[in-house]
């Protein structure tokens, strides 16, 4: 009798540690992109394709003005995968909105000590994921996914930045901030509140080693960062008749062109405009179960 119940105590042991370790979960953050929101990945269907695929909404994580934690939350959930989608003030200069998401990540990291941690990133939000990498302080991340992300910058910015200074000859002096906000709307003045994003977001000015002089911009700087030696994929959009989409040309979407990046980046061309869609959840997941 002593060796069967020996022997129960041993398999009974198996077996917890077994589901312990089947319980373990990996963590999804969902980054947005310029003029948008964490209720993009909603609105764009892709959300509900990732919930129908095994990563239930974990909720919303902002950060106040004060530098603290709100955490609106999703589903109720127990074990298992989960998706948090963190807001940013997406019309602000990178390096803010990296702050921001570096808190984020902490307060992830805190709820999920030993769970992997993967970032999805839309647009913009590719290149305020990678400020938050090549952090040396920066917390954990297992995986990095960038959909449609202008990594060597797009040229729709300086065009942005140009609508926003431009004096028509018709119109000198003050009055043309009238104007623009009388023709442009709601629109104009998103261009106006984003400059120090738009100016961000230009096409890589690396500058050049070999005389000393440093990069000339934002992404110049980032793109001769050391980047982690983690798990990168980049989705590029291929629309029809444009070697990428409206927004961001296929060369800048791609990981592989990052210097410090060549070579270690998995590249998934979809046929798509430069927006989120429900496409995307599917393919995410897909993704993530190569991981």
């Excluded at 989960?82 to 921001?100: C, G, K, M, N």
């Excluded at 994003?197 to 700087?221: C, E, R, Y």
């Excluded at 979407?253 to 990052?258: H, I, S, W």
């Amino acid at each position: 009798m002593t060796n069967i119940m020996s022997i129960y105590r041993s398999f009974s042991l198996v077996f917890l540690f077994l589901l312990a370790t089947n319980c373990r979960a990996d963590i999804l953050v969902l980054v947005h992109g310029w003029a948008a929101n964490a209720n993009t990945w909603i609105q764009s269907g892709a959300l509900p394709v990732l919930e129908a695929n095994g990563w239930p909404d974990a909720g919303v994580i902002t950060v106040t003005p004060e530098g603290g934690i709100v955490h609106l939350p999703g589903r109720q959930l127990n074990a298992g995968n989960r998706a948090y989608r963190v807001h940013l003030p997406a019309e602000a200069p990178l390096q803010i909105q990296a702050a921001h998401l570096f808190t984020q990540l902490q307060f992830i990291q805190r709820q999920h000590p030993d769970e992997p941690v993967i970032i999805a990133a839309h647009s913009a939000g590719g290149v305020v994921a990678r400020l938050v990498l090549v952090n040396p302080s920066s917390p954990k991340i297992n995986a990095l996914i960038t959909i449609a992300s202008p990594n060597l910058g797009t040229a729709r910015a300086l065009q942005g930045l140009d609508v926003v200074h431009s004096q028509p000859f018709f119109c000198p002096g003050p009055g043309i901030d009238f104007l623009k906000n009388v023709i442009g709307g709601n629109d104009y003045q998103y261009l106006e509140h984003s400059q120090g994003a738009l100016v961000d977001l230009t096409p890589a000015l690396p500058g050049n080693p070999a005389t000393h002089l440093p990069p000339g911009n934002l992404i110049g700087w980032l793109n001769q960062q050391p980047h982690p030696a983690i798990k990168y994929h980049a989705i590029v959009r291929s629309a029809p008749g444009i070697a990428g989409d409206e927004i961001v040309p296929a060369f800048s979407q791609d990981l592989n062109q990052v210097t410090e990046i060549k070579g270690r980046a998995k590249i998934h061309i979809t046929p798509a405009g430069h927006a989120l869609n429900a496409a995307d959840g599917k393919l995410l997941a897909d993704i993530i179960s190569t991981l």
